[in-house]
């Protein structure tokens, strides 16, 4: 079909399929527990850095996405008892993020999750391939981002990933 050719070169296309496949299995394996990739980061973030050090405004700056879809995975985060909010002394306006002994255990399961999908690439196409495809990608979302704050219909990283 004359369409196969316009379909193996389209970026959109070949995006959207490898968003599809890629997570599609993610997010199965997040469902078990119990998580979004948002919420995964999120627990993430808090495993390596230095929890009394990390507010919502900065999860949400890192991450592109608007503080109310983080304020909404940090409370499902604390629901599960994974993490708890802690007024910051510094800041009575603001708060920092706990990792509760459970929600180090789930971030220690979540890493595996993620690290074996990204090690997959690795072994596939090598390292050096995935750096290059990695930069690639964050060069085609800034160049979109900035088309579409210019048109005013800016859109946030994850605005459809963070969704549960």
Excluded at 105 to 115: E, F, G, Q, Y
Aim: aromatic share 8%; charged share 30%.
């Amino acid at each position: 079909m004359k369409i196969q050719k316009y379909v193996e070169k389209s970026l959109l296309l070949a995006i959207g399929a490898s968003y599809d496949t890629v997570w599609r299995d993610l997010n199965s394996k997040l469902k078990e527990e119990d998580c979004n990739l948002l919420q995964a980061v999120i627990l993430i973030s808090l495993f390596f850095e230095q929890s009394e050090s990390v507010t919502p405004s900065q999860l949400a700056e890192i991450f592109h996405t608007t503080r109310g879809n983080v304020s909404h995975c940090i409370s499902h985060l604390e629901r599960r008892g994974w993490i708890k909010r802690q007024l910051d002394e510094r800041d009575a306006r603001s708060y920092l993020l706990i990792l509760k002994p459970e929600g180090r255990r789930a971030a220690t399961r979540l890493i595996k999750i993620i690290d074996e999908i990204e090690n997959f690439f690795e072994n596939e196409f090598g390292k050096q391939n995935i750096q290059s495809t990695i930069s690639s990608i964050w060069r085609i979302e800034e160049s979109y981002r900035s088309r579409s704050k210019r048109s005013g219909r800016q859109r946030r990283l994850f605005s459809r990933l963070g969704s549960p």
